[in-house]
């Protein structure tokens, strides 16, 4: 067990200063941690003005970072593997062919967002995404691993939650009650202990996503 906390760098709010902001990839590695009993302190990074010494520790500048033994490393697939390999215990490993479960949900919730025309077909593109969801969750649930929680949903769990803020506001959409086993899923990650200590603010998801909608 590690005791000296981890350094991680993580987007900064865009509406309260020194808060965690609002990216799901951040909070993915977050949720890592905690679910992993690992302390960490966080380094929040304003991702329209980066500083210099960020620019040089993040060759692409994006978040999240972490520092492993006096190196810093990028990804969130990279990090969260990592962690896994250097703390087995709680093991939170998705077995391979359930890792992709759920895996469109986000970018077809992108495409939704940030479609001006109702009948393209981007809304049905998801709710068919989420159906699809749905079933393997009646079969296979509560989580993607069944009993207990594992890194698939700790990479799924925010982006559903950037789902719900972005589309209940952009386009007062929800996921619909036909779909109850998603609605309980999200319900039960976003009520996790883990989940509410890494989650962004609801003013920051929806102004993350504003240049998406209107640009
Ligand atoms: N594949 C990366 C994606 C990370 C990513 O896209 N982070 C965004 C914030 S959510 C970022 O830092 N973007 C740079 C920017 O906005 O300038 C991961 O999984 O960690």
Redesign the pocket.
């Known amino acids: 067990m590690a005791t000296t906390p981890f350094e991680v760098c993580v987007?900064a709010s865009y509406t309260v200063p020194n808060k965690l902001g609002?990216?799901?990839?951040?909070q993915?590695v977050l949720l890592t941690l905690e679910e992993k009993h690992l302390p960490y302190d966080m380094k929040f990074i304003d991702?329209k003005d980066?500083p210099e010494w960020f620019l040089k520790i993040s060759p692409?500048?994006?978040?999240?970072l972490i520092k492993f033994d006096e190196e810093w490393v990028?990804?969130?697939?990279v990090?969260t593997q990592s962690l896994e390999e250097k703390f087995p215990v709680p093991p939170l490993v998705t077995p391979p062919e359930k890792a992709s479960v759920g895996s469109k949900i986000f970018s077809s919730f992108i495409g939704f967002l940030k479609s001006k025309d109702p009948a393209d077909g981007t809304e049905q593109a998801l709710l068919s995404e989420l159906s699809a969801f749905n079933d393997y969750l009646k079969e296979n649930g509560p989580f993607i691993n069944g009993k207990e929680v594992s890194a698939a949903d700790l990479a799924l769990g925010p982006k559903l939650y950037h789902l719900e803020i972005a589309l209940g506001h952009y386009k007062k959409w929800s996921v619909p009650d036909s779909l109850p086993e998603v609605k309980s899923y999200m319900k039960t990650i976003f009520s996790k202990d883990s989940f509410i200590n890494t989650r962004a603010l609801t003013e920051d998801v929806v102004e993350g996503w504003r240049s998406k909608v209107e640009g």
């Open positions: 987007k609002d990216c799901p990839f951040t993915r991702l980066k692409e500048g994006k978040v999240p990028a990804d969130s697939d990090i």
